[in-house]
DNA sequence: AGTATACGAAACCAAAAGGTTGCATGTCAA
DNA sequence: TTGACATGCAACCTTTTGGTTTCGTATACT
């Protein structure tokens, strides 16, 4: 169900430190465009264009009241970021283990523990005259 | 101590799936830059420079030896991903929460968690001319 | 010494990103 | 109906990004 064929993905989206705090301040509270914008520096035409690239994501929500236009956080998508954070904590996870093993034992040294040493090297395509 | 004058911060950093896929093959093995370049069909050139910026964002340690130059993975700026994601944890939590109870009560009706609902509006300003 | 390998740096390019201003349109308030 | 407000869209501009090719230099191999 999650769509793959989206132009800007989650990780694009919040790239952008605009981005973050527009993010911020909806899961804040709801909020129509103008008083959004009141909320930064640029103008309110660069605001919507956040909004919309946030809107592509799926982080926000937009809901038509009269004559404006309320965007409201959506954290669905974020799950995504989590699922690819997940795979690499278990490398500083490991790392942290280490460390409290070795402050535990304090004076021992340390295991190194199992894990790829070796480099990936040439493909053996070193004879080419020959 | 956290470096916070970086030109390339960890949002940035993996916003490029390119550097994503990089971070993913350097997870699993040290490597020199013929090779990881290798793994993808852009020049050895443009690896470089993603990894440059990997590398600016503490993504990636380097160590020569001799003449190749191999790269590691480094965990520790996903921290900072991390706990930026932490906030917005609680926000689908509270959603699967609720979906949970939902379902668990099965037919009972939703309630309402506490949370903001005003929207913030004008500043005031509104007489203008009086 | 001479050649091949690994890499970075520089110059260059097209496309995307982030921003602006101005205009058109829909909606609310007198 | 007239005017103010909220917004989207189009046109335009500048900087950044992701990529290329070419070249220089350090290291390794024989």
Chains 1, 2 share one sequence.
């Not at 919507?48 to 954290?75: F, N």
């Not at 199992?114 to 080419?128: F, I, N």
Request: proline share 5%; hydrophobic share 35%; no cysteine.
């Amino acid at each position: 169900m999650s769509s793959s064929t989206a132009k800007h993905d989650v990780f694009q989206a919040i790239a952008d430190p605009t981005r973050r705090k527009l993010l911020q301040l909806l899961s804040e509270q709801e909020m129509p465009v103008t008083a959004i914008s009141r909320h930064f520096p640029i103008s309110r035409t660069a605001v919507s264009k956040h909004l919309r690239i946030l809107s592509e994501a799926g982080l926000v929500k937009e809901q038509r009241v009269g004559r404006e236009t309320r965007y409201r956080m959506q954290p669905e998508p974020l799950e995504e970021l989590r699922s690819w954070l997940a795979y690499y904590e278990r490398f500083w996870d490991n790392k942290l283990n280490a460390l409290k093993r070795l402050v535990e034992n304090e004076h021992q040294a340390e295991s190194q523990p199992a894990g790829p040493r070796l480099v990936e090297r040439e493909a053996g395509q070193s004879s080419k005259k020959g």
